[in-house]
């Protein structure tokens, strides 16, 4: 049996994604909650404990970008078109943010410009990240392998919710990293904001997950047909053992724990996302195969990835381990 | 659905606002990220602290702009499939993998590394840095590697068929090592280096012309000259073998960069300079040497070069454009060996640093890099019209299927957020530049010795301290 391609690259892909969604979450939802920090020194602090790795962080979106258009083009030439104009929301929020990452320190007149700059990127570039994700599980209409919807297509109740959503889950993983990094009365305060984050997080995933099943047969057709329903009963059972895990383990001053059971929701709802839509790539007609690259490309860059992404992933883990640790007010090398 | 003349339009202006404002950042971080590894690797070797200086210094200035170039060039890989899915449902199947190597080989090494080398002093030991530091380096060079391909296979493609109006690969080593692929890859690597070091050059001479003649202002003035001397006159050879390649095979091109219109026969002529007018198909005004034609772009007497007319209308680039922008980029590759040649001049004189008219002439030239830079792609991607991947999809064929109301706003977003964002960027790193380096006498310990290496001298300075404000 020849081997499948498109199986393999949809799975890197998936895995692309997913580091992405995870990593940029935090530095991400770290803007989410700036809002509600804003003592002498602590803003500067909670972008300290990203300041060495966010770069990294969004260059797993790059990957899962590239490799799309690379190993599934004509996926690519129709989800970009249709989610237009929130690519290029997300786009500018994220020139926003990342553009005061680095100024910020350096400015002193025009420090707050710099802090709305970041809290409003973070937020434009999330709520458009979930919008985009909102278009594509509720499925772009396609005609002949291109688009066939209005500009407008994605502006939706549905879509909108999944913006909302992403931004509560992306400011629990924020408050989850921070939790962890920090220490003193900023990891005080973390603690008691990840409370109600936690108990919003339960709410969008539960009411996302229903609208997506009664809003789509086919989701709910394969969701409910038995016995693979037994196989993916754990995922929502799962999820709600991890809340009360977050809310239990806050309460006992936790460090780590909040944010890895953060993490793990997230996995969950993703699997539980792809086990909606997969075979497809764009619900409801354009399934892996269709949307596949000639061979010979997605051979050439499998080979590729093959060898290069366990070297990131390698060295992603080093940089990472370098700047392990709570990071304080008075640190230095950094900003 | 189809679309109209003006959304197109729109859409070639969102592609060459953005990545003109893009590319400005990834040639200053190719530039500066090779004079880093150099500077830190000469501190490491000998020890002198000058180096050390420098290398902070123009580390926080790569900072700025490599956050620039990440974010602008986050916008580029998303506008082939908003903008252009055309192109991207065609080509795609060997331009993707081209930009995922990219991304796996070169943006996961730069950023990876890129926070060790910035904030790792104290997590990590001299040699430990040094390696991150070469690594965004080489990050930053392979980067230019798979670019370069990938634009080089879009104006010389080969190694592929066409099956159902689709490209698909037949022979990668073809793809990637295309034959305009080794010229345009050297000319771009060395116009960053070129970019980076007339910057370098330009901020010593502002602060030597300010007064301040300390090692650090030297050294880097100094260093900077000495790159151009070289690198310059590489280039201008590089420059030529590449003129030759694309006559070879991109005639076109040729013929309107040179406003030539006919075929001449027993030897082309020269304009130097002209009004070329694609209706009238004549170049106004030319002011004209014979032979000299043939003599730059075939290195012979007589050599015949096509004009322009042997082409159909409708495959013809715009000559008024290119025209330009080709003396452009070469009249500033002219006056930047000027700079050097009386920079080597006044050096032998031992007057480098003393003659105030050499250092106006040298700040005046600090944007000279990237005019010419900028006006050198404008040459080559406006001469590859009216085709996108040339002789292969025309760039009327490679748009998406978009409204003018979507592109004209999206369009107008961009330009808004551009010069606000990336203006404020170069306004703060033109301020760190007008900062400069911490001066001698700064710090207690920086007199302390010229010798001190090793992790614990850095103990005491991080990167920039708190009280490094730039907008006060």
Redesign the interface.
């Known amino acids: 049996m020849p081997i499948d391609l498109p199986v393999i690259w949809a799975a890197i892909i998936a895995f692309g994604v997913f580091m992405y969604v995870m990593l940029d979450g935090f530095d991400l939802g770290i803007g989410l909650i700036f809002p509600f920090f804003d003592r002498e020194g602590e803003r500067q602090v909670m972008l300290n404990t990203v300041a060495p790795v966010w770069d990294g962080n969004e260059t797993w979106m790059v990957l899962g970008g590239a490799c799309l258009y690379a190993v599934f083009p004509l996926a690519y030439s129709i989800l970009l078109p249709a989610t237009y104009l929130p690519i290029i929301a997300m786009l500018c929020g994220l020139i926003f943010r990342g553009v005061a990452f680095e100024i910020r320190a350096k400015a002193r007149r025009t420090q707050h410009l710099w802090d709305l700059a970041f809290i409003v990127g973070s937020g434009v570039a999330t709520f458009a990240q979930g919008v985009i994700l909102g278009t594509l599980l509720q499925g772009v209409e396609v005609r002949d392998g291109k688009f066939a919807g209005g500009p407008f297509d994605w502006f939706s109740p549905f879509n909108l919710f999944s913006g909302i959503g992403l931004l509560v889950t992306y400011a629990t993983l924020g408050c989850g990293w921070l939790l962890m990094k920090t220490e003193g009365e900023l990891q005080r305060r973390m603690a008691v904001l990840m409370r109600p984050l936690t108990l919003a997080l339960g709410a969008t995933v539960g009411i996302v997950s229903i609208w997506t099943i009664a809003g789509q047969d086919s989701v709910a057709k394969r969701w409910f047909a038995l016995p693979d329903l037994f196989f993916f009963l754990p995922v929502p059972i799962l999820v709600i053992a991890c809340l009360i895990g977050i809310l239990v383990c806050v309460r006992r001053g936790a460090d780590r724990a909040p944010f890895l059971l953060t993490m793990a929701i997230l996995f969950l709802g993703y699997t539980g996302l792809i086990i909606s839509i997969f075979p497809n790539i764009i619900p409801p007609s354009v399934d892996i195969w269709t949307a596949s690259a000639p061979r010979s490309s997605q051979v050439f860059t499998l080979v590729g990835a093959a060898i290069v992404i366990p070297i990131i992933l390698a060295y992603t883990t080093l940089a990472y381990w370098v700047f392990r640790g709570k990071v304080r007010a008075d640190d230095e090398g950094y900003h | 659905?189809h679309v109209s003349d003006t959304a197109l339009l729109l859409a070639r202006w969102q592609f060459a606002f953005t990545v003109s404002f893009h590319i400005i950042f990834p040639a200053i971080s190719i530039g500066l990220a090779s004079y880093l590894a150099v500077l830190e690797g000469l501190w490491l070797k000998t020890g002198k602290v000058v180096y050390k200086e420098l290398f902070f210094f123009w580390s926080k200035v790569f900072?700025?702009g490599?956050?620039?170039g990440?974010?602008?060039?986050?916008?580029m890989?998303?506008q082939?499939?908003?903008n252009w899915?055309?192109f991207?449902?065609v080509a795609?199947?060997?331009?993707?993998?081209l930009?995922?190597?990219?991304?796996?080989?070169a943006?996961?090494?730069?950023?990876?590394?890129?926070?060790?080398m910035?904030?790792?002093?104290?997590?990590?030991g001299p040699k430990a840095h040094f390696f991150a530091t070469l690594m965004v380096a080489v990050g930053t060079l392979i980067s230019t590697f798979w670019i370069l391909s990938s634009n080089s296979w879009m104006q010389t493609p080969q190694g592929f068929e066409l099956?159902d109006g689709?490209v698909?690969?037949?022979d990668?080593l073809k793809i990637v090592f295309n034959p305009s692929f080794p010229y345009r890859l050297v000319h771009m690597a060395l116009a960053a280096f070129i970019v980076a070091a007339v910057i370098v050059g330009a901020c010593g001479a502002w602060h030597l012309l300010r007064g301040r003649k300390d090692d650090a202002i030297r050294k880097s003035f100094s260093m900077a000259l000495w790159m151009l001397l070289v690198v310059v006159p590489i280039q201008v050879a590089v420059g030529d073998a590449h003129g030759l390649n694309t006559r070879e095979h991109q005639p076109a091109k040729i013929a309107a960069i040179e406003g030539l219109w006919e075929t001449e026969k027993g030897g082309t002529s020269l304009n130097l300079v002209g009004w070329p007018d694609m209706e009238a198909e004549i170049t106004h005004y030319a002011v004209k040497v014979p032979h000299l034609g043939s003599v730059i772009l075939t290195h012979t007497w007589d050599g015949e070069i096509q004009g322009l007319k042997s082409f159909p209308p409708e495959d013809r680039p715009n000559s008024t454009i290119v025209f330009w922008s080709f003396r452009i980029m070469v009249g500033m590759g002219l006056l930047m060996l000027l700079l050097a040649v009386c920079g080597l001049a006044l050096r032998r004189h031992g007057r480098l640093y003393d003659a105030r008219w050499f250092q106006r002439f040298a700040l005046f030239m600090a944007p000279s890099g990237l005019i010419a830079l900028l006006a050198g792609w404008v040459t080559t991607e406006a001469g590859r019209q009216p085709w996108v991947v040339y002789g292969v999809l025309r760039t009327r064929d490679a748009v998406?299927?978009?409204?003018v109301?979507?592109v004209g706003?999206?369009l107008m977003?961009?330009v808004m957020?551009y010069f606000l964002?990336?203006g404020?960027?170069i306004y703060?790193m033109l301020k760190?530049m007008a900062k400069g380096p911490h001066l001698p006498h700064d710090e207690a310990d920086a007199e302390a010795s010229d010798t001190g290496r090793g992790r614990e001298r850095?103990?005491?300075r991080?990167?920039?301290r708190?009280t490094?404000?730039?907008?006060?």
């Open positions: 659905m900072a700025v490599f956050a620039m990440v974010v602008s060039g986050v916008v890989s998303y082939f499939g908003t899915s055309g991207s449902a795609g199947a060997v331009t993707g993998p930009l995922a190597f990219e991304v796996m080989t943006f996961f090494l730069e950023a990876g590394f890129l926070g060790i910035l904030f790792g002093w104290t997590k990590v099956v689709k698909v690969p037949t990668w998406s299927s978009i409204t109301d979507q706003t999206s977003i961009f957020v964002v990336f404020t960027g703060y760190l850095f103990d005491h991080p990167l920039s708190p490094d404000s730039i907008d006060e």
